[in-house]
């Protein structure tokens, strides 16, 4: 069985500001990662996805995420944050052809 | 480029009523979905479907939910019998071997509200 963890349910950054929105894995073989990204009363739109190619992973709206096996992370990082990420983001784990397991979720929030 | 539609947006319902959400997943997609976010919280597996049949659900998929696929296009879930619990926005999602079936495409949701 696969689950995920993300730590801190608000993250609060300046504009401008390094964004990092931590997420955390389980899973007993090797696992598919995904972040999406939720705005309000919207559905999920996929901003990136780890399927066990490079580990460096780069989506849309300059984010990026990071496989760490050795952490059992993936973290989601953008090195500037705007004011239009303000947003819910979730982390899900899969494998191949199965259901989506979802943390979560992170609500961020960027100040002026 | 393909997406996967839901339709209503957003339905309505009292409480004991049964209720259909449908979705038409991307064209040759194989495997489909139904997820559910109840208002505030995390989105929630209900149930996969591949070759015509169940092929997982989850604890909350009891015996009042059923899913259908009536045609080539259309994938449909069924409440029988709903309860208030059941408000949520419910999202269908499908995957295909464009994707190496490795990544669901969701659709925009369909919001239900039972009073």
């Known amino acids: 069985a696969q689950s995920v963890t993300q730590l801190g349910s608000h993250v609060s950054v300046s504009e401008g500001a390094l964004v990092l929105l931590r997420c955390n894995y389980s899973s007993s073989v090797p696992p598919y990662l995904f972040w999406y990204v939720q705005y309000p009363n919207q559905g999920l739109q996929l901003l990136l996805k780890y399927t066990s190619a490079a580990t460096l992973v780069k989506g849309i709206n300059g984010f990026e995420a990071e496989f760490k096996k050795s952490e059992t992370s993936f973290h989601l990082t953008k090195p500037s944050a705007h004011m239009s990420d303000a947003a819910e983001y979730f982390c899900?784990?899969?494998?191949?052809?199965?259901?989506?397991?979802f943390g979560t979720g992170t609500r961020l929030t960027i100040i002026p | 480029e393909p997406e996967v539609t839901q339709t209503p947006s957003h339905q309505v319902t009292q409480m004991g009523q049964e209720v259909i959400l449908r979705c038409v997943p991307i064209?040759?997609?194989?495997?489909f979905y139904w997820y559910r976010q109840i208002l505030g919280q995390k989105v929630e597996f209900l149930v996969s479907f591949y070759n015509n049949e169940i092929s997982e659900k989850s604890e909350i998929f009891d015996d009042q939910f059923s899913v259908e696929r009536p045609d080539g296009s259309n994938f449909t879930l069924k409440i029988r019998s709903t309860k208030l619990e059941d408000s949520a926005m419910y999202f269908c999602?499908?995957?295909?071997?464009?994707?190496?079936?490795?990544?669901?495409?969701f659709g925009p949701g369909t919001r239900l509200t039972v009073l």
């Open positions: 899900a784990v899969s494998v191949v052809g199965e259901k989506l397991t």
């Open positions: 064209s040759n997609h194989l495997y």
């Open positions: 999602a499908s995957s295909g071997v464009t994707s190496g079936y490795n990544e669901q495409f």
